[in-house]
């Protein structure tokens, strides 16, 4: 089946430092991919949707200049959190969808676990 | 746009027993319905969707799931739980225009009790 694969799966960096986040469709070409953030016991919260090629589209509330995200290529997205403070820490997960396979099921990545002290 | 409700934010459950995690959605355009689990610090794997075609819907793990228009809901069953199936469901929505964002609820806690 399809994987998505999310690396690293944890990261500590120090305060003030950037940090990356791989997100890559292994066997599949994903035009678009989502970025979601989890909060603990709370709910998925989508932070952008990349589109290879193109500019992502963030959501409203999230700043495009600490989540730089970039799509490449059709089987990688990347997330980048720049000058990290305690705050971002948190869960961080990938999705991607099939090029061309309108409204099918988004497979995930296993996360990345991100702690900033 | 879409929202979904999971009302119950936990649920214990005795090995053996049934469960029902309830789900309900709320949207102006027609939907595709999806629950999804997630096992702890891991992303999340889909259990079953519904497309269109028959409301009771089979997945993976001997999950089944009702969608119900009138009510606007998409309950989770299982008529006998394991202890593997402890985890967090979570409830997801998309509407039918073509984009693949999907909007969660919060996610349900499913422990089962030995």
């Given at each position: 089946?399809?994987v998505?694969?999310?690396h690293?799966?944890r990261?500590?960096c120090?305060?003030?430092?950037?940090?990356?986040?791989?997100c890559?469709?292994?066997?599949?070409?994903?035009?678009t991919?989502?970025w979601?953030?989890q909060?603990?016991?709370?709910?998925?919260?989508?932070?952008?949707?990349?589109?290879?090629?193109?500019?992502?589209?963030?959501?409203?509330?999230?700043?495009k200049d600490?989540f730089?995200i970039?799509?490449?290529?059709?089987?990688?997205?990347?997330?980048?959190?720049?000058?990290?403070?305690?705050?971002d820490?948190?869960?961080y997960?990938?999705?991607?969808a099939?090029?061309?396979?309108?409204?099918?099921?988004?497979?995930?990545?296993?996360?990345?676990?991100?702690t900033?002290? | 746009a879409?929202?979904?409700?999971q009302?119950?934010?936990?649920?214990p459950?005795?090995?053996e027993a049934?469960v029902?995690l309830?789900c309900?959605?709320?949207?102006?355009?027609?939907?595709?319905l999806?629950?999804y689990?997630?096992?702890?610090?891991?992303?999340?794997?889909?259990?079953?969707?519904?497309?269109?075609?028959?409301?009771?819907?089979k997945g993976i793990?001997?999950f089944?799931?009702e969608?119900?228009?009138?009510q606007?809901?998409?309950?989770l069953r299982?008529?006998?739980?394991?202890?593997?199936d402890?985890?967090?469901?979570f409830?997801?929505v998309?509407?039918r225009t073509?984009?693949n964002?999907?909007?969660?609820?919060?996610?349900?806690?499913l422990?089962v009790?030995?």
């Amino acid at each position: 089946g399809a994987v998505v694969s999310q690396h690293p799966s944890r990261v500590i960096c120090k305060s003030g430092t950037s940090v990356k986040i791989e997100c890559r469709s292994l066997d599949f070409q994903a035009t678009t991919m989502f970025w979601y953030r989890q909060f603990p016991k709370k709910s998925l919260m989508l932070m952008a949707t990349s589109n290879e090629g193109s500019k992502a589209t963030y959501e409203q509330g999230v700043e495009k200049d600490k989540f730089l995200i970039n799509h490449a290529s059709l089987t990688l997205s990347t997330l980048t959190v720049t000058s990290a403070h305690p705050e971002d820490s948190s869960f961080y997960i990938c999705s991607a969808a099939r090029e061309g396979a309108y409204n099918s099921p988004l497979h995930f990545g296993n996360g990345t676990r991100l702690t900033v002290t | 746009a879409q929202s979904v409700t999971q009302l119950d934010s936990q649920v214990p459950v005795f090995e053996e027993a049934p469960v029902e995690l309830r789900c309900n959605y709320s949207s102006s355009v027609s939907v595709y319905l999806f629950w999804y689990v997630q096992y702890p610090n891991q992303g999340l794997q889909l259990l079953l969707k519904y497309l269109s075609g028959s409301t009771l819907v089979k997945g993976i793990n001997g999950f089944e799931a009702e969608f119900n228009k009138s009510q606007t809901s998409f309950h989770l069953r299982k008529p006998s739980v394991h202890i593997s199936d402890t985890a967090e469901y979570f409830c997801a929505v998309s509407g039918r225009t073509g984009a693949n964002n999907l909007f969660f609820g919060t996610g349900t806690r499913l422990t089962v009790i030995p």
